[in-house]
């Protein structure tokens, strides 16, 4: 391959663990390296890196076009390439990559971003171009963003509030694509789930029986060796005594309740006097 210091060609490397440019013109910012160190190039070819940058480049797709940044880009003078790392653009940067017969295919949030053909040499040549800072910053501008990257974006806030912002023009540069107006985000799933709190009891009971705690959970992703898939607990108020019973399903803890209340009966001559609950349908049973 002919190395000269104007190549603006760019190729995905499975072997680079950092990207590496020979070309000093592509870097929008370039911090010089005081203590320089070795990299190997083709041939095992011992070569020094002289500086460390930013590129910024924009391709097509299509119909779609997509700006994106290289991070921490080495610059090795005698390199005679550009290399983009596979390691680094799926460890570091979140991109998934899939290689076929002559084609390599960049994606990131399930979006196709960069294209690429084998070239003569072997290497897959990618189909972008490097742009200046002030071009990248315009098009990052125009271009329309899903709602799902806003909502990420501006720290999880709704996605009505995210559409509102847009519409009235709130926000300079907000703008959104056609996608669906409701979006379904795992990590607000988990970090917005509630309950409702017990209703605070007037009084701690002082008898057996008097007040009983009672809850249900399940069904649990693995079945014990009974083939039990549900558990209920049951404590007494006053003397804090719990009985736990594993249940097949949730019908049983009707029959488990009068076992408990027959026991009672049986042994102290008492009845159960009140049953906490959480509410769920289990305990509606008018059979109870």
């Not at 190997?40 to 011992?46: F, L, P, Q, V």
């Not at 509030?161 to 990590?187: F, H, K, W, Y």
């Not at 083939?227 to 803890?253: P, Q």
Request: glycine share 10%; with cysteine; hydrophobic share 35%.
């Amino acid at each position: 391959m002919k190395s000269t210091e104007t190549t603006d060609d760019w190729y995905a490397d499975s072997g680079a663990t950092r990207h590496m440019s020979c070309n000093q013109k592509l870097f929008s910012s370039l911090k010089k390296v005081t203590n320089s160190w070795i990299v190997k190039g083709i041939g095992e070819k011992r070569l020094y890196v002289k500086g460390v940058g930013d590129v910024f480049f924009k391709t097509h797709t299509g119909d779609e076009s997509f700006t994106g940044i290289l991070k921490n880009v080495l610059y090795v003078p005698d390199l005679g390439i550009n290399l983009v790392s596979i390691g680094a653009a799926t460890e570091k940067e979140n991109v998934q990559i899939l290689f076929l017969e002559d084609e390599v295919l960049f994606s990131k949030n399930g979006r196709l971003s960069i294209k690429g053909k084998k070239a003569a040499n072997g290497l897959y040549r990618l189909d972008i171009s490097v742009i200046p800072e002030l071009e990248f910053n315009a098009l990052i501008a125009s271009q329309k963003i899903p709602l799902s990257t806003w909502h990420q974006r501006l720290g999880h806030v709704a996605s009505k509030t995210v559409q509102t912002m847009a519409s009235r023009n709130i926000v300079e540069g907000l703008n959104l694509d056609d996608t669906p107006t409701s979006i379904l985000c795992s990590g607000c799933l988990y970090g917005k789930m509630h309950r409702r709190s017990f209703p605070k009891g007037k009084k701690r009971a002082k008898r057996v029986g008097e007040l009983i705690h009672a809850d249900l959970c399940g069904p649990m992703q693995i079945m014990s060796p009974g083939g039990m898939r549900y558990f209920m607990t049951c404590k007494d108020d006053a003397s804090c005594y719990t009985e736990l019973y594993f249940l097949h399903s949730k019908d049983e803890a009707n029959s488990k309740f009068k076992g408990l209340t027959a026991n009672l009966r049986s042994r102290l001559n008492r009845g159960v006097k009140i049953l906490r609950t959480d509410g769920g349908g289990e305990w509606t049973s008018k059979r109870i």
